[in-house]
């Protein structure tokens, strides 16, 4: 996977979430539709952290799924020395 798709995928995703939910609260709020805004920023803040963990999970899993897992013996056979 190339690190530019893992970096929109993992900014995108949970801005599209928040700014959905926040989109649909604006909109009652331009409507005169007054709800608790600090319930539904609460509900938005709740979607957000878990929307995020799950990107990490998954980025994290597809990062491990394509690395090669081969040792090189160079550093092994070769320590450095400090000195």
Sequence with gaps: MHEIFAI???GILPFG???IELFFIL????LHQFYYIFG???LVFAILIVTCAEITIVLCY???CSEVHAP?????????LEP
């Design 17 to 19: 979430a928040v700014f």
């Design 40 to 42: 539904f920023l609460a």
């Design 62 to 64: 597809f990062q491990l």
């Design 8 to 10: 929109l995928i993992g």
């Design 27 to 30: 909109t009652s709020m331009w």
């Design 72 to 80: 090189s013996l160079g550093r092994a056979v070769k320590p450095r």
